[in-house]
């Protein structure tokens, strides 16, 4: 990719679509942690513990290189995808809750995903060779993901007509976006595609499923009702590639560590669909008043 796209327009497209996530939030939904607390902070325990743990342990197991290490435990640490609401939609999950859980990730990880990154460096690369993640650019990840979400919701809360006109383009502007960048990180690394997809492929695919396993019956099994679990497992399972893949190729100026969420991004919203339609087949979904919330 050229330079100039990867530091300024790259930066740009995703606050653009944080923007789009923010409008999709009110305070309200930081609000409803009070009314379910149980349902968050398992979500959150799944998300930044048990995966975070599982994606260590698939680059230990499988020996991913150090770059393509550091790259899963990046997409490990990234918050869920904004389109986790439309499979919780789609498949009867508990969508406040899953707004909720959008919110409370999209600051959390400002914070968590550097330290997260940051372990990764000093383990996997010696010395924290070729990469880092010092102070001024964990603020450059802090403002990546923090500030638009911010503005967003303000352009919501003060101007709520405008925020309809905008859902729309917004969205399809995200899908857009993601299939750019994907290609463009394959094609700069066409030469050695096939290699990257037989090294991670398989990390991607298990890292994958474990996620969205994760999110469903770890809630199950503490209790929490299959509408909650539906929402914990879409919010769990479908992490968000597109800041992923930017802070690899922007903040980190290295497209080896973009590429496994660039073939996660390949995997993830088919086995999500297959994973939301067994689940419809197979498992009970209660309704609940979050819904409604």
Excluded at 14 to 22: E, H
Excluded at 48 to 62: M, S
Excluded at 148 to 177: D, E, Q, W
């Amino acid at each position: 990719m050229d330079s100039g796209i990867i530091t300024i327009m790259l930066p740009l497209a995703l606050a653009i679509i944080m923007i789009g996530l923010g409008l999709e939030l009110t305070p309200k939904d930081f609000a409803r942690v009070s009314k379910h607390p149980k349902a968050v902070l398992v979500a959150l325990f799944c998300q930044l513990v048990l995966l975070v743990g599982i994606a260590f342990v698939i680059c230990k197991v499988l020996n991913l290189p150090p770059l393509l290490a550091v790259g899963l435990m990046l997409l490990a640490a990234s918050p869920g995808g904004s389109t986790a609401n439309l499979f919780s939609y789609l498949f009867k999950g508990d969508i406040a809750l899953n707004i909720t859980l959008t919110a409370i990730n999209s600051v959390i990880a400002a914070f968590t995903l550097p330290l997260i990154v940051n372990f990764a460096i000093q383990y996997f690369m010696q010395d924290g060779q070729h990469v880092s993640m010092q102070f001024s650019k964990i603020l450059q990840v802090f403002s990546i993901i923090l500030i638009p979400v911010c503005i967003g919701m303000l352009i919501r809360h003060y101007a709520p007509s405008f925020t309809k006109k905008l859902n729309k383009p917004l969205r399809i502007f995200s899908v857009v976006f993601l299939v750019l960048i994907i290609v463009g990180a394959i094609a700069k690394e066409r030469a050695h595609i096939l290699e990257y997809l037989t090294q991670v492929g398989l990390a991607t695919v298990i890292f994958c499923i474990c996620s969205l396993m994760i999110g469903y019956f770890v809630p199950r099994l503490l209790g929490i009702n299959s509408a909650q679990a539906r929402a914990c497992a879409f919010e769990i399972g479908i992490h968000n590639s597109t800041l992923a893949m930017t802070i690899a190729l922007t903040v980190m100026a290295s497209t080896t560590i973009a590429m496994p969420a660039a073939v996660y991004s390949i995997f993830m919203y088919i086995f999500a669909a297959i994973f939301g339609t067994l689940l419809n087949r197979f498992a009970p979904s209660v309704q609940t008043s979050t819904e409604q919330a």
